[in-house]
C-alpha cells in the first residue's frame, strides 16, 4: 500500500517561514501530480497549491502566490511546500494529495493503493 506522509508544520510567528515534506513510500511520486490543500477550524478546505508530474504546470491560490512555493525532487520521492511571510490566517492543517493539477487548482485523484496522511500542522500565532 502506497503512503503519502506530510511533516514539517509547527508553531511560528507572523512573518515567519515554514516548509512542508510530502513523503511517497511504497509507490513512484513521479507518476502523480502533487497538490497541497489546507482546512483551518470552521472553514472550508482550500487548494492551496499543486505541481505536475515532472514539476511543470503550477498552480497557487491568490491567498498564497507569491508566499508559498511548491516544488518536488522525484529522485527523493517527495514533494515541498515552502511557506514564506506567513500570516495568523494561514493557520491550518495542511494535507498533500494526489491530484488532477488544473489552472483553477488542484483537483483529488483518489487512488485504492495509495492512503494518504493524516496532514501537518500549521499555526501562525504571535
Known amino acids: 500500500q502506497g503512503q503519502l506522509v506530510e511533516s514539517g508544520g509547527g508553531l511560528v510567528q507572523p512573518g515567519g517561514s515554514l516548509r512542508l515534506s510530502c513523503e511517497a513510500s511504497?509507490?513512484?511520486?513521479?507518476?502523480?501530480?502533487i497538490g497541497w490543500f489546507r482546512q483551518a477550524p470552521g472553514k472550508e478546505r482550500e487548494g492551496v497549491s499543486c505541481i505536475g508530474r515532472n514539476g511543470g504546470n503550477i498552480y497557487y491560490s491568490n491567498a498564497v502566490k507569491d508566499r508559498f512555493t511548491i516544488s518536488r525532487d522525484n529522485n527523493r520521492n517527495a514533494a515541498y511546500l515552502q511557506m514564506n511571510n506567513l500570516r495568523p490566517e494561514d493557520t491550518a492543517v495542511y494535507y498533500c494529495?494526489?491530484?488532477?493539477?488544473?489552472?483553477?487548482?488542484?483537483?483529488?485523484?483518489?487512488?485504492?493503493?495509495?492512503?494518504w496522511g493524516q496532514g501537518t500542522q500549521v499555526t501562525v500565532s504571535s
Open positions: 511504497a509507490f513512484f511520486l513521479a507518476n502523480h501530480a
Open positions: 494529495e494526489t491530484v488532477s493539477c488544473r489552472a483553477y487548482g488542484p483537483e483529488t485523484y483518489y487512488y485504492p493503493d495509495i492512503t
